[in-house]
């Protein structure tokens, strides 16, 4: 594989923060844009950069609801207290709730891992990648003419988060919106919206910690190149800022119920790939 030039590690990170973020796939997009590169396979880029630039749009979560990490955080702690004393709470904190249901709804991502690799290698199929933006544009146009919910962490079940959690299992596939799915599933549940929006990025965070871990031993067996470490952090500081910033456009937009313009993006975008890949053939 050719070196990763500041550039192209500039423009991963840019469409890292806004692909994974914004519900038009992250994977597909750097999918898409690493074949468009003409690096060596359409779906690979180097181990540490790829596991780098997750942390970075991770960081980008933390930024964005710190708040409510913190109670989780504050609340695990309590909770460990209360086992300790023998007592409940009654009714249980919102934020202890909220570990509950994201623990829950990280469980379907392990009925992928026996599948892993040839997921991951749909990636390196450019009709696969068009299709499932197809798809992604789907559930969005779908996601606006749902009736608005009002479960929030107080009030929705296990059995809503599990299906959430199984949103997210499918999204693995590139292509497909991890976001835009997760959003989707929660407003066809009951969600509220600005539940579904949070609910959706607090559940990001085991999944990219649990991918990290996974993707780490392997980026390391193939030799870390230090000297282009610098490079890489310059995606990786683009990727956090940009997510940033991304989050919160999609929070704004998401109270409006306004995801049509997505829906119409996913298409072209998948109309394109599609085209594009007919005529390189």
């Known amino acids: ?11 991963l990170g840019l469409i890292q923060g806004v692909a994974e973020f914004l519900p038009i796939s992250s994977s597909g997009h750097l999918a898409i844009a690493e074949h468009l590169l003409g690096q060596a396979g359409a779906a690979e880029i180097p181990g540490f950069f790829d596991v780098l630039l997750h942390l970075g749009t991770l960081v980008a979560v933390f930024a964005a609801y710190w708040q409510d990490i913190r109670d989780m955080i504050l609340e695990f702690f309590g909770g460990i207290g209360d086992l300790a004393r023998g007592s409940t709470p009654s009714p249980v904190p919102p934020a202890r709730r909220l570990i509950l249901l994201i623990i829950v709804g990280t469980l379907p991502l392990f009925a992928v891992l026996p599948v892993k690799d040839l997921v991951e290698g749909l990636g390196d199929n450019m009709y696969f990648v068009a299709g499932a933006l197809l798809v992604t544009g789907c559930l969005l146009f779908a996601s606006d003419r749902v009736r608005k919910g009002r479960k ?13 959690g199984a949103a997210q299992a499918v999204a693995t596939c590139p292509g497909i919106s991890r976001s835009g799915t997760t959003i989707t599933a929660g407003c066809f549940v009951g969600f509220e919206r600005k539940f579904a929006v949070r609910f959706s990025f607090l559940l990001s965070i085991p999944a990219i910690l649990g991918a990290n871990i996974l993707s780490l031993k392997d980026a390391i067996e193939a030799e870390i190149p230090w000297e282009e470490v610098p490079v890489y952090l310059a995606g990786v500081l683009v990727a956090a800022v940009v997510g940033y910033a991304c989050i919160r456009l999609l929070k704004m937009i998401a109270e409006k119920g306004k995801f049509g313009f997505f829906a119409y993006y996913c298409w072209l975008a998948g109309v394109v790939t599609l085209v594009l890949t007919v005529l390189q053939k």
């Open 1 to 11: 594989m050719s070196t990763l030039t500041l550039l192209h590690a500039v423009l």
């Open 152 to 164: 929030t962490e107080r009030t929705a079940s296990l059995v809503d988060v599990l299906l959430v």
